[in-house]
């Protein structure tokens, strides 16, 4: 072989051998360099050093899986395993290196395997038989832009889903319901925890990296598009009115329908159904979403029948497009909101992807999905404890009759997550939500919203490599999902490209223009970048209509990193919670930086005496000021292990910037999955 950085390493337990043969033969056939050892090792060659050597040196590690590998618990295949895990520890998330190849019927669920597999689409070549498909994808992974790695950036195209035989989902070059943190993240719960709640179907596109665009750009203020359409919620029009839940539930199913079609703009539904029981009319709400039309509707349903009616408006004048009816029997419920959202795509010519079908609800069940809509309603007004564990009843209930139902999974993982915060089970029901996650990932690979369950859990425990590569996925499947939109701007804001985060989150907005919450993730990245008046101006307008404890704190180390002490003090003592007030670092650097050095000094002894375990990363920002670089990554290490969200910043974080430089620093960022700094020409002053 003579140039292994190119070569496939194919690791296998020695019974797969004749499988192992025929992809060996299949990839060498195509003129792929493969390092098979029944042929490489050449006498005389310590063995160990040699396989480890290529190991490191290969460019696709290539593990076979099977029942034979799932009964060895012991063998020297498991250390090559390990080996190329540790290996990818070392590369950017979004570099492809691992392509787990499963032989046979073995499930992923419960696989004997590194976890770093399970965060990878499996391929599934039966018996080693090796489709022209496959060994294409290969070539492709191995061309010189995967090699080499590229930066991520945001996408409009991305990696083509596998499917069930012969195919491959590899990272996408580019790129990232409820984010399950403490209080520090309580605000990212309330911006993007909902998201999980509205995740439905979404389609293949094709392409292999992420790209600039996500299709065409957001209009203008001014500039309404036409086909532009928001679906308000359902009026339930039972018998006894206690169908809200399902008439909303099929509402939200329709919208999401229509998000899946790629020239159409498609309000999300925190926005669309804010208007719900409020006296606004059509003209005043197409105004506010600027959109061109309305979908509206009302549901009547019987005990054995439903009936939808549903109309299609223009905006501005309220003149009705379209109007159909739909009767149908509740056991054949599913298909009416592809029926509408097809109706609706033709009135407004809007181009059908060609995955858009009526199986795309992810269930044949018309119980299992009623039993999901009751748990999709109550999980958005009920976000206690107690709600959590009815929603995840509901879904159990809903999984007992479809264990394939990917959404009920994902509904599953997301309340599991919720219920993990501040709970002294965290890491097991962390567990459990990744687990969920992945079993809706293997009930329909080809949807966005199983991968998004899954990052969100690893992101809860600040894996940002492996969440990236998960986010990379959704993105790909799905370039106009909102909450995949928005995970990507806060992914790009945690990789400090900040102009790209402000973008992203201003696209997320444009989808979404009356979740308020969304501002609040505008006004960190602008924080970040020095452009104080805009991020106070947004993280004003978040808190004019959110009430949450942090935005004091965060205003206060705003106006301490734009220089005004004095302003910054008058937030903190006017904090009535004193936890709050003493327990965060801006109290003892406005004191320092407005010359009171003895209330200062108290304020310091109080917060590392009484808030130690609570606020390490304040801890690590007033040792910074002070010039003690060792106490400061002490008190950083304990940040990352109580898994303080807000580490996530810390490349930007200005009261660090002392650190930067420091080799430990860039230990750090590994640690989180973070790219390095870059100390050159470009570097951003935030960097500096």
């Known amino acids: 072989m003579t140039d292994p950085s190119h070569a496939v390493f194919l690791s296998y337990a020695s019974q797969d051998a004749e499988a192992a043969q025929r992809i060996c033969d299949a990839l060498r056939t195509a003129g792929i360099q493969v390092w098979f050892d029944q042929s490489e090792l050449r006498g005389g060659d310590a063995w160990d050093r040699q396989i480890r050597k290529q190991i490191h040196d290969c460019a696709l590690f290539m593990p076979l899986i099977s029942a034979h590998s799932q009964a060895r618990l012991e063998g020297y295949f498991r250390r090559e395993w390990n080996l190329a895990a540790h290996r990818k520890h070392d590369m950017a998330a979004e570099k492809p290196f691992l392509v787990p190849v499963v032989i046979?019927?073995?499930?992923?669920?419960?696989?004997?395997?590194?976890?770093?597999?399970?965060?990878?689409?499996?391929?599934?070549?039966?018996?080693?038989?090796?489709?022209?498909?496959?060994?294409?994808?290969?070539?492709?992974?191995?061309?010189?832009?995967?090699?080499?790695?590229?930066?991520?950036?945001?996408?409009?195209?991305?990696?083509?889903?596998?499917?069930?035989?012969?195919?491959?989902?590899?990272?996408?070059?580019?790129?990232?319901?409820?984010?399950?943190?403490?209080?520090?993240?309580?605000?990212?719960?309330?911006?993007?925890?909902?998201?999980?709640?509205?995740?439905?179907?979404?389609?293949?596109?094709?392409?292999?990296?992420?790209?600039?665009?996500?299709?065409?750009?957001?209009?203008?203020?001014?500039?309404?598009?036409?086909?532009?359409?928001?679906?308000?919620?359902?009026?339930?029009?039972?018998?006894?009115?206690?169908?809200?839940?399902?008439?909303?539930?099929?509402?939200?199913?329709?919208?999401?329908?229509?998000?899946?079609?790629?020239?159409?703009?498609?309000?999300?539904?925190?926005?669309?159904?804010?208007?719900?029981?409020?006296?606004?009319?059509?003209?005043?709400?197409?105004?506010?979403?600027?959109?061109?039309?309305?979908?509206?509707?009302?549901?009547?349903?019987?005990?054995?029948?439903?009936?939808?009616?549903?109309?299609?408006?223009?905006?501005?004048?309220?003149?009705?497009?379209?109007?159909?009816?739909?009767?149908?029997?509740?056991?054949?419920?599913?298909?009416i909101q592809v029926d509408i959202a097809a109706s609706v795509a033709g009135a407004l010519k809007a181009t059908l992807l060609e995955h858009f079908n009526a199986s795309t609800s992810g269930t044949t069940s018309a119980e299992a999905y009623d039993l999901y809509l009751k748990a999709l309603a109550l999980g958005r007004h009920d976000r206690r404890d107690s709600g959590s564990r009815e929603v995840s009843e509901l879904c159990r209930r809903a999984l007992s009759i479809d264990p394939a139902y990917a959404d009920a999974w994902v509904l599953l993982s997301s309340a599991t997550g919720d219920l993990a915060n501040n709970s002294p089970h965290r890491e097991k029901l962390l567990g459990d939500a990744r687990e969920f996650a992945r079993r809706a990932i293997d009930a329909r690979p080809d949807l966005a919203g199983g991968y998004l369950a899954y990052g969100s859990a690893l992101i809860a425990?600040?894996?940002?490599?492996?969440?990236?590569?998960?986010?990379?996925?959704?993105?790909?499947?799905?370039?106009?999902?909102?909450?995949?939109?928005?995970?990507?701007?806060?992914?790009?804001?945690?990789?400090?490209?900040?102009?790209?985060?402000?973008?992203?989150?201003?696209?997320?907005l444009d989808l979404d223009p009356e979740n308020t919450a969304r501002y609040f993730d505008l006004a960190i990245p602008l924080h970040a970048a020095?452009?104080?008046?805009?991020?106070?101006?947004?993280?004003?307008?978040?808190?004019?209509?959110?009430?949450?404890?942090?935005?004091?704190?965060?205003?206060?180390?705003?106006?301490?990193?734009?220089?005004?002490?004095?302003?910054?003090?008058?937030?903190?003592?006017?904090?009535?919670?004193?936890?709050?007030?003493?327990?965060?670092?801006?109290?003892?650097?406005?004191?320092?930086?407005?010359?009171?050095?003895?209330?200062?000094?108290?304020?310091?002894?109080?917060?590392?005496?009484?808030?130690?375990?609570?606020?390490?990363?304040?801890?690590?920002?007033?040792?910074?000021?002070?010039?003690?670089?060792?106490?400061?990554?002490?008190w950083l290490d304990a940040a990352v292990a109580e898994r303080d969200f807000d580490m996530l910043d810390v490349r930007w974080n200005r009261k660090l910037a002392s650190l930067r430089s420091d080799a430990r620093f860039g230990l750090l960022l590994e640690r989180l999955g973070l790219p390095p700094i870059r100390f050159d020409a470009t570097t951003r002053a935030s960097e500096r």
Request: aromatic residues 8%.
């Open 461 to 508: 425990d600040l894996n940002v490599a492996a969440a990236r590569v998960q986010f990379n996925r959704a993105l790909s499947l799905n370039p106009n999902d909102q909450w995949a939109i928005a995970w990507a701007g806060l992914l790009a804001r945690y990789d400090g490209r900040l102009d790209e985060s402000i973008r992203l989150v201003q696209r997320s």
């Open 104 to 335: 046979d019927g073995t499930p992923e669920r419960g696989a004997s395997v590194p976890e770093e597999f399970h965060e990878l689409q499996w391929t599934r070549l039966p018996g080693g038989e090796t489709p022209t498909a496959f060994v294409e994808r290969v070539k492709r992974l191995l061309s010189p832009e995967n090699i080499a790695a590229p930066d991520i950036t945001y996408s409009a195209a991305g990696a083509t889903a596998s499917s069930a035989q012969g195919g491959i989902l590899e990272p996408a070059a580019g790129k990232s319901l409820l984010p399950w943190i403490a209080i520090a993240a309580a605000v990212l719960i309330l911006a993007l925890g909902g998201g999980y709640f509205a995740w439905r179907d979404t389609q293949r596109t094709e392409g292999t990296q992420l790209v600039k665009t996500t299709g065409p750009p957001p209009p203008a203020a001014d500039v309404i598009p036409e086909k532009s359409v928001a679906v308000l919620p359902f009026v339930d029009m039972s018998e006894k009115h206690d169908q809200e839940y399902f008439a909303d539930g099929i509402a939200e199913e329709i919208l999401d329908q229509l998000a899946r079609i790629g020239d159409l703009r498609v309000i999300a539904r925190t926005s669309s159904f804010s208007f719900k029981g409020k006296p606004d009319d059509i003209p005043t709400i197409g105004g506010k979403l600027k959109v061109a039309t309305i979908l509206e509707g009302s549901v009547r349903r019987s005990q054995s029948r439903v009936r939808v009616t549903t109309q299609l408006v223009r905006a501005a004048t309220g003149e009705h497009i379209w109007s159909n009816s739909y009767e149908r029997e509740f056991k054949d419920v599913i298909g």
């Open 530 to 634: 020095g452009r104080y008046r805009e991020a106070e101006a947004a993280y004003r307008r978040y808190g004019a209509a959110v009430v949450n404890p942090i935005l004091i704190l965060r205003l206060a180390d705003l106006k301490l990193d734009a220089g005004d002490a004095a302003g910054a003090l008058e937030l903190v003592e006017g904090e009535k919670d004193s936890s709050l007030r003493r327990g965060c670092s801006c109290l003892t650097l406005a004191l320092e930086r407005l010359g009171r050095r003895r209330e200062a000094q108290a304020a310091f002894r109080d917060l590392e005496a009484n808030f130690s375990k609570t606020s390490a990363l304040d801890l690590a920002e007033v040792y910074a000021q002070h010039g003690d670089a060792d106490q400061s990554f002490r």
